[in-house]
């Protein structure tokens, strides 16, 4: 099947593309991540992606970067929560109930340009390496997928890719790739730092 990828960074591409390659698929990954700031972290996340891609062979496309967007959909989302938990950085990071609103805003707009792209270049289907991830909402991942294929007219390609996690980052480690500390967005770097604060 001719598949187009989401793909947020190098080491969660690892284990996702292993699998795809094996089961016959033809894989192209899309860069598709306004979510990610600063910008220098983006452009950070996508070297790290083409020169791991590059040496293994599979192409790599950059979808538009648009912060702006990203603001004014889950941004919006993420700044209601953060207000509702009276501006509480680490009650929103240890409440996934707090979180999830605004992971949807984001997977559904990097999702559906990829729906859309998969759908313009004739790709078979769109997937993602996002579900690699024991830290995102796995199903929340899946629907938003789901949703933005059957409206873009391909098919969507969901695996929980989970059980492959340890060892995708056992082999980012070993080769040296940058794994970041934070899932993206600005608010998830502060989330992230708040929690290492409190567990020290
Ligand atoms: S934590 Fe990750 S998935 Fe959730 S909004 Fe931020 S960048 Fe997107």
Known sequence: MKLLLHACCGPCSLEPTRILRAAGHDLTLYYANSNIAPAEEYAHRLGTLRTWAGGEGLPVVEGPYDPAAWEATAGRVGEAALAAADGDVLRVA???????????????????????????????????????????????????????????????????????????????????????????????????AAERAERK
Request: hydrophobic share 35%; with cysteine.
């Open 94 to 192: 240890t409440h996934p109930a707090l979180r999830e609103a605004r992971c949807r805003a984001c997977y559904r707009l990097r999702f559906e340009e990829a729906a859309r792209v998969a759908s313009e270049r004739r790709f078979d289907a769109v997937g993602t390496t996002l579900s690699v991830s024991p830290y995102q909402f796995t199903e929340v991942i899946r629907e938003e997928l789901e949703r933005a294929a059957a409206a873009a007219g391909v098919r969507a390609l969901f695996e929980d890719y989970r059980p492959f996690y340890d060892e995708a980052t056992r082999r980012s480690r070993a080769t040296g790739m940058y794994r970041q500390n934070f899932c993206g967005c600005r608010f998830s770097e502060a989330e992230a």
